[in-house]
């Protein structure tokens, strides 16, 4: 019995916080819209439907989401403004770190 090979590309989740991120929206990215996005990147929601509504449950339950609107998987969504400065943070330490090993080299 051979193994399927992995499919290549971003995981749900990861197209999910690529279109939540890239909404301009101030109360976030309504489900409806989400989907929409997904579509029109070539991702075939209908058929998917059970894997989208758990990629939303766990990135809200991770914390990279945050829901504004609605309970579950429905509702509006958007960023977690504490993953945002965390990011940031740590790219900042990063070039602190590499501005300090330059400068005692």
């Known amino acids: 019995m051979t193994s399927k090979p992995k499919k290549v590309g971003l995981s749900v989740g990861e197209l999910i916080v690529k279109a939540v991120a890239a909404s301009k929206e101030r109360n976030g990215l309504s489900v409806a819209a989400l ?7 070539g991702y075939d929601v209908d058929k998917n439907k059970a894997r989208v509504k758990t990629a939303i449950k766990s990135l809200v339950a991770k914390g990279t989401l945050v829901q504004t609107k609605g309970t ?15 990011c940031q943070f740590s790219r900042h330490l990063l070039s602190n770190a590499e501005f300090i090993l330059k400068k005692k080299n």
């Open 35 to 41: 989907k929409k996005a997904l579509a029109a990147g």
């Open 72 to 86: 579950g998987a429905s509702g509006s969504f958007k960023m977690n403004r504490v993953t945002e400065t965390k």
